[in-house]
């Protein structure tokens, strides 16, 4: 299993940004996918879940109306749209695999993570 | 929300050691927790669900145990590779939260 995100950067408040999160070595369309936050120094925050047709999603409510979650699963690509970005989004950003468990929320791969600053 | 507390929130052990986190969620969350390690500069690593499964590859020196709303996490001999910060996380529920860390340095 490898999740490889990218798109992550400096940008300014109020800007947008969209990340991606390629997969391979698993059966993409099967799973339910995340993303997960961790600002500098601090702990982790659940930002976001998408179903495997991309039909159900979820978010934090200090995301919602703001992130969008989508996937192709196509292209086993799963992206995050971040619109009207704040001073407090500032954070890895990290593409998770839900466990095939009865559970949506156990994640038993991570990528990598990449960066999002978002600062004048 | 659920909030999850965990402690200690730092752990100063040696190599052999037993060492033991607590973690307490603010309502019943049954058995629907889990616990990951993470290394710096490193992706967290899921070690434990269901409280007590121990996913595939994790090193039996990990256990969890607990129910309801306290829990905790076992490492029944501490090894150089264990230095890390662990969270642990509730899945009962929306939204899914995380505790705050209990960060394992070597004494």
């Known amino acids: 299993v490898q999740l490889v995100e990218s798109g992550g950067g400096l940008v300014q408040p109020g800007g947008s940004l969209r990340l991606s999160c390629a997969a391979s070595g698993f059966t993409f369309s099967s799973f339910w996918l995340s993303w997960v936050r961790q600002a500098p120094g601090k702990g982790l925050e659940w930002v976001a879940n998408i179903m495997q047709d991309g039909d159900e999603k979820y978010y934090v409510a200090s995301v919602k109306g703001r992130f969008t979650i989508f996937r192709d699963n196509a292209k086993n690509s799963l992206y995050l749209q971040m619109n009207s970005l704040r001073a407090e989004d500032t954070a890895i950003y990290y593409c998770?695999?839900?466990?095939?468990?009865?559970?949506?929320?156990?994640?038993?791969?991570w990528g990598q993570g990449t960066l999002v600053t978002v600062s004048s | 929300d659920i909030q999850m507390t965990q402690s200690p929130s730092f752990v100063s052990a040696s190599v052999g050691d037993r060492v033991t986190i607590t973690c307490r969620a603010s309502?019943?969350?049954?058995?629907?927790l889990a616990w990951y390690q993470q290394k710096p500069g490193k992706a967290p690593k899921l070690l434990i669900y269901?409280?007590?499964s121990l996913q595939s590859g994790v090193p039996s020196r990990f256990s969890g145990s607990g129910s309801g709303t306290d829990f905790t996490l076992t490492i029944s001999s501490l090894q150089p590779e264990d230095f890390a910060t662990y969270f642990c996380q509730q899945a009962n529920s929306f939204p899914p939260a995380f505790g705050g860390g209990t960060r394992v340095e070597i004494k």
């Open positions: 998770a695999r839900v466990a095939p468990t009865t559970a949506l929320y156990y994640f038993d791969s």
């Open positions: 309502h019943d969350i049954s058995s629907w």
């Open positions: 269901g409280a007590s």
